[in-house]
């Protein structure tokens, strides 16, 4: 048995109990990164550290970082992923996910000043609101409807965007800030109501799937992977270019034919049920990520119809085994602190 290396740093990761941050916590711990989760279960799951079951370098801590935060131990690096990130939950309790992204990202920005430390932002292309550019580039300021329904989640990444920067400005604090793309794959929630899982199990359970509009509107789907990868390697990028820096795939598809390759991927009998569009809801999305390609020699590498198999693997095997809640999986944690 070879030795273990030292863990190169310490890393806390809010939000690291939902479906990117214990993606980006597995991969931190191939790196032999030391990983510390902190999230308040409200849309994030213990079922997704699962897979990460004895790892002696991973902690959990349940704490709300709109609240001040617990003590926590010497740090080298903050990953902020703390945020319900699908409408269906976001707008659920539109205060709460204010207060997460802009209370959380004071919290987290005053404990990376204290500490001397970096820290990332997960933003999102939510910013862009329904873009009048496009592709959207990191210059473009977006075009969002303050006083809509998705107000409290777009107008809080771009509040917690503009405290980075002020940080940045007043600290010298030194910040990164990423801008997400729809992304998906393993460990999606089943009921956060994003296209991608709704699409899938409604096509495994024989329902009509539901689209809204005339499902004209266009994605651009990043497979959690290939997400995962870009985040990475901006976190050990060594220059000192703070961002925004869009992840995504700049592949664009109608919702329209997502359904219709869904269908054929799940060899399902499906109808099609056609709703009206949500008020705000963006007619097109597409990042430019010439940015990235040129800082991180980063593109995404997985198709869409690779990615969607593996997410309906999931979504497959899901549906026939039973989800442990997380009140049955606390003893699997021996390193579970309740804050």
């Known amino acids: 048995m070879q030795d273990e290396q030292p863990c190169t740093r310490t ?13 980006l916590a597995e991969a931190l711990l191939k790196l032999n990164h030391r990983i510390i989760c902190l999230d308040n279960l409200s849309t994030g799951s213990l079922s997704n550290l699962t897979p990460l079951q004895g790892e002696s370098q991973l902690d959990f801590i349940e704490a709300d970082i709109a609240k001040p935060l617990p003590p926590l131990p010497k740090l080298d690096l903050i990953l902020n992923l703390a945020c319900p990130a699908s409408p269906a939950h976001y707008q659920k309790d539109p205060i ?3 207060k997460t992204s802009v209370f959380g990202a004071y919290h987290l920005l005053e404990l990376a000043r204290d500490r001397t430390i970096p820290i990332l932002q997960a933003s999102t292309s939510e910013v862009y609101g329904d873009p009048l550019e496009h ?24 509040a917690a965007e503009s405290l980075f920067f002020d940080y940045l400005r007043a600290y010298h604090l030194p910040i990164k800030v990423i801008r997400i793309f729809n992304t998906y794959g393993p460990r999606m929630d089943a009921q956060d109501g994003r296209v991608v899982s709704n699409f899938i199990l409604q096509a495994l359970r024989g329902q009509p799937l539901t689209l809204y509009g005339r499902g004209e509107q266009t994605r651009s789907f990043c497979y959690v992977d290939d997400l995962i990868d870009g ?34 991927l799940t060899q399902s009998s499906s109808l099609l049920s056609f709703k009206p569009l949500p008020t705000d809801d963006p007619r097109q999305r597409r990042p430019d990520i010439q940015k990235a390609q ?46």
């Not at 961002?243 to 598809?253: D, I, K, R, V």
């Open 11 to 23: 890393i806390l990761i809010p939000g690291g109990a939902g479906f990117l941050g214990s993606h």
């Open 96 to 98: 709460q996910t204010w």
């Open 135 to 158: 592709p959207q580039k990191e210059t473009y300021w977006g075009h969002v409807n303050s006083v809509g329904p998705r107000s409290c989640y777009d107008e809080g990444k771009r």
């Open 231 to 264: 985040i990475v390697r901006f976190i050990h990028f060594k220059g000192l270019t703070p961002g925004p820096l869009n992840l995504g795939n700049p592949s664009e598809y109608s919702i329209l034919e997502l359904a219709k390759l869904t269908l054929s």
């Open 294 to 339: 040129d800082l991180l020699q980063w593109s995404p590498q997985t198709s869409l119809q690779e990615g969607l198999t593996k997410t309906i693997t999931y979504f497959q095997n899901l549906l026939h085994t039973a989800i442990p809640q997380d009140t049955q999986m606390n003893s699997k944690f021996g390193n579970l602190t309740r804050r």
